[in-house]
Each structure stands twice: as C-alpha cells, then as structure tokens.
C-alpha cells in the first residue's frame, strides 16, 4: 500500500516569514495530493490539492509543488501569519482506485510573532 | 465549517462497552469516510461507503463495524472497547465514491476515552 512521509515534525518559524513542509510518498501511481489544515480542536480542513498533470498549483500565499519522478510533494508558505499556526498534514491516494487516503504524520507549524 | 456532522462530541466509557458515532455528510455528497487518529498514529483510514455500500476497507479492526443509510448518513459501531480505542474519530464525505478529483471534507471529530 501507499505510504506517505513527511518532514519536519514541527517547525516554528516568525511572522512573515515563508514555511516549507515536505513530503514524500512511495506509489507511483497515486495522482491526487491533498494538503490539510487541522487547529486544536477541529478536523482537518483541505486547504489545497494537486493532481498529477500539474507541477505547481497556487492559491494566494499557499502554493504546492510536485515531483511525480522523485516522488515527492511540498506545501509553501509565504508571509505567514499567527493565524496559519496549526498541524499540517499531507496526503496521497492509495492504489485501491477508490480515492482512499493515506496520510502523513504532520507537522505542527508554530508562527511567532 | 465543512458541513459535515457528527455525534457526539464526546463520549467517555469504560473498556469492554460498546458505542455509536454517527456522521451526517454534506448536502449532496455520496460518500462517507471514517478515519482515527491518535497521537502515535497519525490520521488512519478505517472505512468508506458510497451510497450504502461498502467501496473500501483500511485498518479498521474486527471489533469495528459501520453502515450508511438510505438517508446517506452514516454510523460507526466500536464494540468491546479497548484503553487503546481512546482517539479521535472523523467522518469525512465526498461526492463521489473514487477517481481523483473526490476532495474530502472532515467532520469536527469524535472524541472517545475508553476508562
């Protein structure tokens, strides 16, 4: 089955800074990458996907790369905010060809500020 | 606020009892997901049904079972409950069953202490 992992486990970064979170997934043939956004308290919301005719996809200061030859995928963070504090998780299809989802273990973003 | 719904929001009981958790998916999606997650674990896929019927199976133990209903909401039964069920439980929908455009929408969670 799929398997997804994704670095760091934690990252704390200042305002305005940018953030990278990055993932890697080990089925070739998975073609759907989802990023969440969980905070405390509350199930992940999708903030971001891409699917695997694009290498970049951009929604306003978020952004998510991807390499379908090295197998791995990336969310950008530009100008972070307090406000984008929150664990992060990754995702990748599985090969069941019912888009169940396999995640990663996700990292906690901290933005001071 | 995703429009998906779940009960309770939490729920405390003591090992070797039994509980439903119940999903209502968003207006007009078919398919219904459960996940758990804990802390060791991360998020773990658990089951999915589209339109009633069971599409996939994940790591969700014997013990474990769920439904959907004609009305597409959806149930998740743990039975003889374990310290180790102690997690978060999510329901999540989408509107169609498989392919790689079924964007999924996560429910506020179940929070389950096993005692």
């Known amino acids: 089955g799929e398997n997804v992992e994704q670095h760091p486990s934690t990252l704390s970064v200042q305002e305005g800074d940018s953030a990278v979170i990055k993932c890697t997934y080990s089925?070739?043939?998975?073609?759907?990458f989802p990023w969440y956004k969980q905070e405390l308290g509350k199930g992940p919301q999708l903030i971001i996907d891409?699917?695997?005719?694009?290498g970049e996809k951009k929604d306003q200061r978020i952004a998510v790369t991807l390499n379908k030859t090295a197998k791995h995928f990336s969310l950008h963070i530009t100008e972070t905010q307090p406000e984008d504090s929150a664990v992060y998780f990754c995702a990748a299809t599985s090969n069941s060809g019912y888009s169940t989802l396999t995640f990663g273990k996700g990292t906690m973003l901290l933005v001071s500020p | 606020d995703s429009g998906v719904t779940q009960t309770p929001k939490h729920l405390i009981t003591a090992t070797g009892q039994r509980v439903t958790l119940r999903c209502s998916p968003r207006?007009?999606?078919?398919?219904v997901y459960w996940y758990q997650q804990s802390l060791d674990q991360g998020l773990q896929f658990l089951i999915q049904?589209?339109?009633?019927?069971?599409?996939a199976k994940g790591n969700i133990l014997e013990r474990f079972s769920a439904q959907q209903f004609p009305d597409l909401h959806s149930e998740l039964n743990l039975s003889s409950l374990e310290l180790g069920d102690s997690a978060l439980y999510f329901c999540?929908?989408?509107?169609?069953?498989?392919?790689?455009?079924?964007?999924?929408?996560f429910g506020p969670g179940t929070r389950l202490t096993v005692l």
């Open positions: 049904y589209y339109n009633g019927e069971e599409r």
């Open positions: 089925d070739s043939a998975s073609n759907y």
């Open positions: 207006s007009g999606d078919l398919s």
């Open positions: 891409i699917r695997s005719n694009v």
């Open positions: 999540a929908s989408s509107v169609v069953g498989g392919g790689p455009t079924s964007e999924q929408f």
